[in-house]
């Protein structure tokens, strides 16, 4: 049995049929290999995706810093989307609503009789406390069964403080994980927020936005010190230590990096449609990828004295690290590693733990779709399900007034000939090869037959897996929130991800741990005739 059948193998016919489309054993790198995936899990399964609620206002929306994001419904959600999402903001000017926790805490009255009423007198309060420069509503799952109208209440609100409030209808249920939040956040963003100041378009310079960038860990102020050290001006970004402010003034970048393609890919393409601002994939996780994507933004501008300054920094920036970097690789090479995160960490990680000689034999996603797997060219052939047509495709078209110049045809066509993803992300399949595995919302049963098998010497994940992989006798190190360390991001960034995978590696405990059930069973008993 390949290590495919052995995963599969224990599954009843139904669960067989429905998980085998999920895993897929790569043999050669770029082979084109089509993964199941954004589709229901199977019920009862111990998964560790969130909900639609969790990506709209936990992870697009929740990161804003002079903005207000109101949880309306039981106190439940809005209490574990606090402060768990390690998302840093600063408050320059004294807007940082960022550690606070705004809810209308439902009861089960409100329930019965709308909570309506509450919603207004918490926007009322929350305005009056805190003086936000937007106010946005995320409805939990009983407000999209009671039938609450949000989006009167957010009007009656703009009218009645003078401020903007978006409703985002981004019940728990909409979708079949928190991707479906990203896309209803990106619409709102988009429909509300984004080129809503009305100020013109400067002359065609070196302003960026990033896209898709959380600040988890301070990895956004990593690459804006980075970016401006070689002379970029960061707009806005979307949404790490971002602001309402800075998104309505986005319309007027030169150019959007992605860094997250999963969470905000919608945005980038709407952004091109309607304001004709390329956008590049980008990633500033890894030394190598962080060169490549620094000399790529260069190379886009085509401007010399840019693309002089790039070399100077990234000579700065590895002079610095190099001794570091050089002990990290000693200690690290060889090693092998296995990786599940959301929906884009999964290949960003994968080059850092190249830069250090490591290899990923294992990956997997919780909730990216098939395009985040086997690149954007799949995008036509994937079949839309009843889940994901629930949510709403927003056309934009052509904007009569801020529709600007962006780089000229040819030199587009001829960036996309040497590989520039410009418009494009390949995905994480291409990355990789010779019989690793990947895995699509992969379950605590898979991931342990995973390590079983391939017994890597680390294993990357999140909160909900991380003490389940240890218990196993496997380092386990959280990617979501850098086990409360970081940044992880840039050149300075991937050294202290080397040093606290070196330190889990490296730690004499797992040399003294024998888990119980290597030595007793935890269970024993018999059943008909047989001994189990
Ligand atoms: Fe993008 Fe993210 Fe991720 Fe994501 Fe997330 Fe996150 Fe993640 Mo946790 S936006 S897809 S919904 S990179 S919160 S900052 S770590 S699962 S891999
Ligand atoms: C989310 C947030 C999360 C959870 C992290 C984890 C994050 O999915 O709602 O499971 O460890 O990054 O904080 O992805």
Redesign the pocket.
Same mark, same amino acid.
């Given at each position: 049995m390949d290590a495919r059948e052995v995963i599969l193998d224990k599954y009843s016919g139904r669960v067989f049929k429905n998980r085998k489309d999920h895993i897929v054993e790569l043999d050669e790198a770029g082979v084109p290999k089509e993964i199941a995936a954004n589709s229901r899990s199977v019920p009862g399964m111990m998964i560790n995706r969130g909900c639609c609620y969790a990506?709209c206002k936990?992870?697009v929306l929740g990161p804003l810093r002079d903005t207000v994001v109101i949880t309306h419904g039981p106190i439940g959600c809005g209490y574990y989307t606090w402060g768990t999402?390690r998302n840093k903001a600063d408050s320059p000017d004294g807007r940082n609503f960022v550690q606070y926790c705004f809810s209308t805490d439902m009861q089960e009255t409100d329930i019965v009789f709308g909570g309506m009423k509450k919603l207004r007198q918490a926007i009322r309060e929350a305005v009056e406390i805190f003086h936000p420069k937007a106010v946005m509503i995320c409805s939990t799952c009983p407000i999209g069964l009671i039938g609450d109208d949000i989006n009167a209440v957010a009007t009656e609100s703009e009218k009645l403080y003078g401020i903007t409030c978006v409703a985002y209808s981004c019940e728990g249920y909409k979708g079949v994980s928190?991707s479906a939040g990203?896309h209803i956040a990106n619409n709102g963003l988009m429909r509300r927020v984004i080129g809503s100041a009305k100020d013109k378009i400067p002359e065609r310079g070196l302003r960026i936005n990033i896209l898709?960038e959380?600040n988890?860990g301070g990895d956004g102020w990593e690459e804006e010190r980075i970016l401006k050290k070689i002379g970029y001006e960061i707009v806005a970004v979307f949404t790490g230590d971002g602001s309402y402010e800075a998104l309505t003034h986005a319309h007027t970048a030169d150019l959007n990096l992605v860094q997250?393609h999963?969470?905000i890919n919608y945005i980038a393409e709407m952004m091109k449609t309607k304001y004709n601002i390329d956008w590049l994939k980008v990633n500033f996780v890894g030394i190598d990828e962080t060169i490549r994507t620094l000399r790529e933004i260069a190379d886009y501008f085509g401007n010399e004295e840019i693309k002089q300054r790039t070399e100077e920094v990234i000579a700065e920036e590895l002079a610095d690290i190099a001794e570091d970097r050089k002990f990290y690789r000693q200690k690290l090479e060889g090693k092998t590693a296995g990786v599940f995160? @959301?929906?884009?960490?999964s290949h960003h990680y994968q080059n850092v733990l190249k830069d250090f000689g490591m290899k990923t034999v294992i990956a997997g996603y919780?909730f990216a779709h098939r395009d985040d797997y086997e690149g954007r060219e799949v995008i036509p052939n994937i079949k839309l399900d009843a889940d994901s047509k629930n949510i709403e495709q927003l056309t934009v078209h052509p904007d009569e007034q801020f529709y600007h110049v962006a780089l000229d045809k040819e030199r587009f066509d001829e960036l996309r000939k040497e590989n520039v993803e410009l418009e494009y992300y390949k995905g994480m399949f291409k990355d990789m090869g010779d019989g690793t595995i990947v895995v699509d919302d992969f379950n605590h049963y898979e991931t342990e037959k995973v390590l079983d098998i391939f017994k890597p010497d680390i294993f990357y994940s @999140?909160i909900k897996d991380k003490y389940m992989i240890e218990k196993k006798g496997f380092p386990s190190n959280q990617?979501?929130s850098y086990d409360y360390s970081g940044p992880y991001a840039g050149f300075k960034g991937a050294i202290v991800f080397a040093r606290n995978t070196y330190l889990s590696i490296y730690a004499p405990a797992w040399k003294m741990l024998t888990p119980p059930w290597r030595t007793q069973p935890t269970l024993e008993g018999t059943m008909g005739d047989e001994n189990y």
């Amino acid at each position: 049995m390949d290590a495919r059948e052995v995963i599969l193998d224990k599954y009843s016919g139904r669960v067989f049929k429905n998980r085998k489309d999920h895993i897929v054993e790569l043999d050669e790198a770029g082979v084109p290999k089509e993964i199941a995936a954004n589709s229901r899990s199977v019920p009862g399964m111990m998964i560790n995706r969130g909900c639609c609620y969790a990506g709209c206002k936990g992870v697009v929306l929740g990161p804003l810093r002079d903005t207000v994001v109101i949880t309306h419904g039981p106190i439940g959600c809005g209490y574990y989307t606090w402060g768990t999402r390690r998302n840093k903001a600063d408050s320059p000017d004294g807007r940082n609503f960022v550690q606070y926790c705004f809810s209308t805490d439902m009861q089960e009255t409100d329930i019965v009789f709308g909570g309506m009423k509450k919603l207004r007198q918490a926007i009322r309060e929350a305005v009056e406390i805190f003086h936000p420069k937007a106010v946005m509503i995320c409805s939990t799952c009983p407000i999209g069964l009671i039938g609450d109208d949000i989006n009167a209440v957010a009007t009656e609100s703009e009218k009645l403080y003078g401020i903007t409030c978006v409703a985002y209808s981004c019940e728990g249920y909409k979708g079949v994980s928190q991707s479906a939040g990203h896309h209803i956040a990106n619409n709102g963003l988009m429909r509300r927020v984004i080129g809503s100041a009305k100020d013109k378009i400067p002359e065609r310079g070196l302003r960026i936005n990033i896209l898709g960038e959380y600040n988890i860990g301070g990895d956004g102020w990593e690459e804006e010190r980075i970016l401006k050290k070689i002379g970029y001006e960061i707009v806005a970004v979307f949404t790490g230590d971002g602001s309402y402010e800075a998104l309505t003034h986005a319309h007027t970048a030169d150019l959007n990096l992605v860094q997250c393609h999963r969470s905000i890919n919608y945005i980038a393409e709407m952004m091109k449609t309607k304001y004709n601002i390329d956008w590049l994939k980008v990633n500033f996780v890894g030394i190598d990828e962080t060169i490549r994507t620094l000399r790529e933004i260069a190379d886009y501008f085509g401007n010399e004295e840019i693309k002089q300054r790039t070399e100077e920094v990234i000579a700065e920036e590895l002079a610095d690290i190099a001794e570091d970097r050089k002990f990290y690789r000693q200690k690290l090479e060889g090693k092998t590693a296995g990786v599940f995160v @959301g929906g884009s960490r999964s290949h960003h990680y994968q080059n850092v733990l190249k830069d250090f000689g490591m290899k990923t034999v294992i990956a997997g996603y919780e909730f990216a779709h098939r395009d985040d797997y086997e690149g954007r060219e799949v995008i036509p052939n994937i079949k839309l399900d009843a889940d994901s047509k629930n949510i709403e495709q927003l056309t934009v078209h052509p904007d009569e007034q801020f529709y600007h110049v962006a780089l000229d045809k040819e030199r587009f066509d001829e960036l996309r000939k040497e590989n520039v993803e410009l418009e494009y992300y390949k995905g994480m399949f291409k990355d990789m090869g010779d019989g690793t595995i990947v895995v699509d919302d992969f379950n605590h049963y898979e991931t342990e037959k995973v390590l079983d098998i391939f017994k890597p010497d680390i294993f990357y994940s @999140g909160i909900k897996d991380k003490y389940m992989i240890e218990k196993k006798g496997f380092p386990s190190n959280q990617l979501h929130s850098y086990d409360y360390s970081g940044p992880y991001a840039g050149f300075k960034g991937a050294i202290v991800f080397a040093r606290n995978t070196y330190l889990s590696i490296y730690a004499p405990a797992w040399k003294m741990l024998t888990p119980p059930w290597r030595t007793q069973p935890t269970l024993e008993g018999t059943m008909g005739d047989e001994n189990y």
